[in-house]
């Protein structure tokens, strides 16, 4: 009986404490769009599509020990994550951004002075920034997104992405932080607008918030997402710990063989990512000597493997490296 209530009480706090995400509430009515976006559209949009992204998603979590993930965690790494989590996630966080950009005429706010400097930097000008994003999302092929997005260097970018995907996810290849987004999908436009796209972007130009979006701009020039996705963007990271990962794992299972007939790539994937360029924010001097450490170290694996060194050998050495390469993964974490 006390063993049944303590699982009891388990499976209650891990319910009380497991996140679950909720449908953010409309700033406004669904008719104070009109007449660019009509009642009708904002309703099913909001009220069904979304609520069936964070239904779904909240159903793909339940249970995993992904549901304590954050929702910046979970698209990160898109590429590792399944379809349901990849598409609901992508769904929910979009719709909720896009939510928070938009306003009724009236109740627009205006651009602030260093966010439209950076536009006329960049861009020249407000009107070829709109340009530009007209340009993106109508010519995204099918189902996506149009973005405005603040990169890892700080720039502004315009950009687009297919389905539910969005640039903060490890599977599209220009990355950042979207400021604003436009739904292209035809659930957003096809009650009011059919298959004119084009009508219905110049129509919702009307109701883009430049106040928001401008607030959106000034926090994510500091958000720390920033330093991860560039830290992500650095291929020859990635290159080299996806062969370290298929190679030690396996080790630390008792399985030699993907390290005695690999550890030739090994090497090769460390000689590249010592001679790889860090972004500029990890580009400092204990970076590169745990770099070159790392591949002095790949150096003697494989002259270990040459030598049919003994597993326990091979397992001590690979155990070092792995560790070198975590010591560069941290020295990248601000
Ligand atoms: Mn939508």
Same mark, same amino acid.
């Given at each position: 009986?006390?063993?049944?209530?303590?699982?009891?009480?388990?499976?209650?706090?891990?319910?009380?404490? +497991?996140?679950?995400?909720?449908?953010?509430?409309?700033?406004?009515?669904?008719?104070?769009?009109?007449?660019?976006? %009509?009642?009708?559209?904002?309703?099913?949009?909001?009220?069904?599509?979304?609520?069936?992204?964070? /239904?779904?998603?909240?159903?793909?979590?339940?249970? /995993?020990?992904?549901?304590?993930?954050? !929702?910046?965690?979970?698209?990160?790494?898109?590429? *590792?994550?399944?379809?349901?989590?990849?598409?609901?996630?992508?769904?929910?966080?979009?719709?909720?951004?896009? #939510?928070?950009?938009?306003?009724?005429?009236?109740?627009?706010?205006?651009?602030?002075?260093?966010?439209?400097?950076?536009?006329?930097? =960049?861009?020249?000008?407000?009107?070829?920034? &709109?340009? $530009?994003?007209?340009?993106?999302?109508? /010519?995204?092929?099918?189902?996506?997104?149009? #973005?405005?997005?603040?990169?890892?260097?700080?720039?502004?970018?315009?950009?687009?992405?297919?389905?539910? %995907?969005?640039?903060? !996810?490890?599977?599209?290849?220009?990355?950042?932080?979207?400021?604003?987004?436009? %739904?292209? #999908?035809?659930?957003?436009?096809?009650? &009011?607008? =059919?298959?004119?796209?084009?009508?219905?972007?110049?129509?919702? *130009?009307?109701?883009? %918030?430049?106040?928001?979006?401008?607030? &959106?701009?000034?926090?994510?020039?500091?958000?720390?997402?920033?330093?991860?996705?560039?830290?992500?963007? #650095?291929?020859?990271?990635?290159?080299?710990?996806?062969?370290? $990962? =298929?190679?030690?794992?396996?080790?630390?299972?008792?399985?030699?063989?993907?390290?005695? /007939?690999?550890?030739?790539?090994?090497? +090769?994937?460390?000689?590249?990512?010592?001679?790889?360029?860090?972004?500029?924010?990890?580009?400092?001097?204990?970076?590169? @000597?745990?770099?070159?450490?790392?591949?002095?170290?790949?150096?003697?694996?494989?002259?270990?493997?040459?030598?049919?060194? &003994?597993?326990?050998?091979?397992? @001590?050495?690979?155990?070092?490296?792995?560790?070198?390469?975590?010591?560069?993964?941290?020295?990248?974490?601000?």
């Amino acid at each position: 009986m006390k063993a049944l209530l303590s699982i009891l009480f388990i499976s209650m706090s891990t319910l009380l404490f +497991a996140q679950e995400f909720n449908l953010p509430a409309l700033p406004y009515s669904y008719s104070s769009y009109e007449p660019y976006i %009509d009642a009708q559209t904002m309703e099913i949009h909001h009220g069904k599509h979304h609520q069936a992204y964070v /239904t779904n998603l909240n159903k793909a979590l339940a249970g /995993t020990k992904l549901a304590s993930f954050s !929702m910046n965690q979970l698209l990160m790494d898109a590429s *590792f994550r399944s379809d349901a989590i990849r598409n609901n996630a992508g769904g929910h966080y979009n719709h909720s951004l896009f #939510w928070e950009i938009l306003a009724p005429k009236d109740k627009l706010t205006s651009v602030q002075a260093s966010f439209e400097a950076a536009i006329n930097a =960049q861009y020249g000008s407000m009107d070829s920034l &709109k340009k $530009a994003l007209t340009q993106a999302a109508s /010519t995204r092929f099918g189902s996506g997104w149009a #973005w405005l997005i603040v990169t890892p260097d700080k720039k502004l970018m315009v950009t687009s992405t297919g389905n539910q %995907d969005n640039p903060i !996810m490890d599977v599209t290849k220009d990355r950042g932080i979207p400021i604003l987004g436009i %739904d292209v #999908w035809e659930h957003a436009y096809y009650l &009011k607008y =059919q298959n004119k796209r084009g009508d219905y972007l110049s129509g919702i *130009f009307n109701l883009i %918030d430049w106040g928001i979006v401008s607030e &959106k701009y000034t926090k994510a020039l500091v958000d720390p997402l920033l330093s991860e996705i560039e830290k992500e963007n #650095w291929m020859a990271l990635k290159d080299f710990h996806k062969v370290m $990962a =298929q190679t030690f794992h396996p080790c630390e299972d008792g399985n030699f063989v993907p390290l005695r /007939t690999r550890s030739g790539e090994l090497l +090769a994937k460390a000689i590249l990512f010592s001679a790889s360029k860090p972004p500029v924010s990890k580009d400092k001097p204990n970076v590169h @000597k745990a770099l070159a450490d790392l591949e002095e170290q790949c150096e003697k694996i494989h002259e270990l493997v040459g030598k049919n060194a &003994k597993d326990e050998v091979l397992l @001590k050495e690979m155990t070092k490296a792995h560790d070198l390469f975590h010591q560069v993964e941290e020295l990248c974490h601000d």
